[in-house]
């Protein structure tokens, strides 16, 4: 029996550990893959207070390090459901079932993808979601990256340091993401801009070698490429809680800025909480606040 289980070692799932810990009550982290979240694949952070550069590797890894130094135990299973019962909350993974007298959702999000025919397949074979994990293979090559939010936009501008040429297609012809990043793409001279257009197929054989790429007046054209780099946003991973939970059309947990989701000793913190600003700082500031209220009931229950 723990006073605090937090699904989730992100930012927000390890920054709410550091705080419960320092209020002295016993926590339990549950990670599904690894510790950071998506951050991990941000090559650099330009934008958290004090740290001018740090790669999302090396935040994340500092994270990790500080929560588990304050005594945060942290177990890398899936957590599948949660049961509210009188006096805990019960949260089962495959293999084992623990117990806390609160719970922190900070599941984060997941990859959307584009929805066409062999992108699963093609995964590893030309097909990435993550720039900075796998943009060495592309060296000197022909690459695309599809999305305008800022995850499309820095992913562009890490690849054009690599790549011999790089194509960025968005839907639209205004970006969703950060404007100083789209000036700096603007300096690239091996950058090209496609403007309201959007991916409509994969062309491979063993390996993706062009896709057709379809603008909205229904002009199909083709580029032949060797990565195709998909950033068109997330997905918030609550899905395993809905039954206790609830979830907003767009599958996020309502919550205002206290964190509390509508069953009492659940509270949700990052990316999976509705908000208008998901950025690092404020999935931290969400772990803090969590970590806060979670505690407060932790000590009265
Ligand atoms: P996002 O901001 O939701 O942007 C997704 C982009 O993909 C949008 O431009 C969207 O087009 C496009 N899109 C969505 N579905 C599509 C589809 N089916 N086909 C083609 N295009 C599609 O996602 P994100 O860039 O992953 O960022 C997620 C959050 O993390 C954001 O809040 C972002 O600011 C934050 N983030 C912050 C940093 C940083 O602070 N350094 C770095 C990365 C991400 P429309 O614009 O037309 O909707």
Same mark, same amino acid.
């Given at each position: 029996? $723990? ?10 799932? /390890? ?100 929805? /066409? ?11 990435? $979601? ?22 499309? /936009? ?36 091996? /950058?090209?801009?496609? $403007? ?100 407060? $009931?932790?000590?009265?229950?």
């Amino acid at each position: 029996m $723990y006073d605090i289980i937090i699904i989730g070692a992100g930012p927000a799932g /390890l920054t709410a550990a550091i705080y419960a810990r320092r209020a002295a009550k016993t926590v339990l982290v549950l990670e599904a893959a690894s510790c950071g979240g998506q951050i991990i694949n941000t090559p650099d952070i330009e934008n958290y207070p004090v740290a001018m550069h740090i790669s999302g590797f090396e935040f994340a890894n500092k994270l990790s390090e500080q929560a588990k130094a304050l005594g945060a135990e942290i177990k890398f299973e899936k957590a599948l459901e949660i049961c509210d019962g009188d006096s805990e909350k019960t949260v089962k993974t495959r293999k084992n079932s623990y117990s806390a007298k609160a719970v922190i959702l900070a599941t984060g999000s997941e990859n959307r993808r584009l929805g /066409l025919e062999n992108e699963d397949k093609l995964v590893g074979r030309g097909i990435s $979601y993550c720039a900075t994990c796998d943009g060495a293979f592309y060296k000197n090559k022909t690459v695309a990256v599809v999305g305008g939010g800022n995850t499309a /936009l820095e992913d562009a501008l890490y690849l054009t340091d690599l790549a011999e040429k790089v194509y960025l297609i968005h839907r639209r012809d205004e970006f969703r993401g950060e404007e100083a990043t789209v000036a700096q793409l603007r300096q690239k001279e091996n /950058l090209s801009f496609v $403007y309201n257009s959007r991916v409509t197929k994969l062309n491979a054989g063993k390996r993706l070698e062009s896709i057709e790429v379809t603008d909205k007046d229904g002009n199909v054209s083709t580029i032949e490429l060797n990565g195709l780099f998909v950033a068109v946003g997330r997905i918030p991973e609550n899905q395993n809680f809905a039954q206790l939970v609830t979830l907003d059309e767009g599958g996020y947990i309502p919550a205002g800025e206290d964190c509390h989701t509508n069953v009492p000793g659940i509270f949700v913190a990052g990316d999976n909480r509705a908000k208008a600003v998901r950025q690092l700082v404020t999935a931290t500031a969400d772990g803090a606040v969590a970590a806060t209220e979670a505690v407060k $009931y932790a000590s009265s229950h």
